[in-house]
């Protein structure tokens, strides 16, 4: 019981680590690509924060929701017929 406690813990840590990611990359990519064009260092950079905020904390706030949600409700067992 514990150590599948601890092994869909550690999943969910993992899950939530490979977003946040894939976050961070979209958004170096979309903040500090119009430097190329003469946006300045510090605005990209205020753009960064703010996006990870938004999309970063967001996602971890509703996606955890969800899956305690899943959890609680009992919605991840199995039916057998």
Not at 39 to 64: K, P
Request: proline share 1%.
């Amino acid at each position: 019981m514990i150590k599948k406690i601890f092994s869909n813990a550690g999943s969910l840590i993992l899950i939530n680590l490979g977003a946040l990611v894939l976050i961070s990359i979209w958004a170096v990519y979309y903040n500090f690509g119009p430097m190329l064009v003469g946006v300045s260092a510090s605005r990209a950079m205020q753009d960064f924060i703010v996006t990870e905020v938004v999309f970063g904390g967001g996602f971890v706030v509703l996606f955890n929701a969800y899956v305690l949600y899943r959890t609680v409700m009992g919605k991840n067992k199995r039916h057998e017929d």
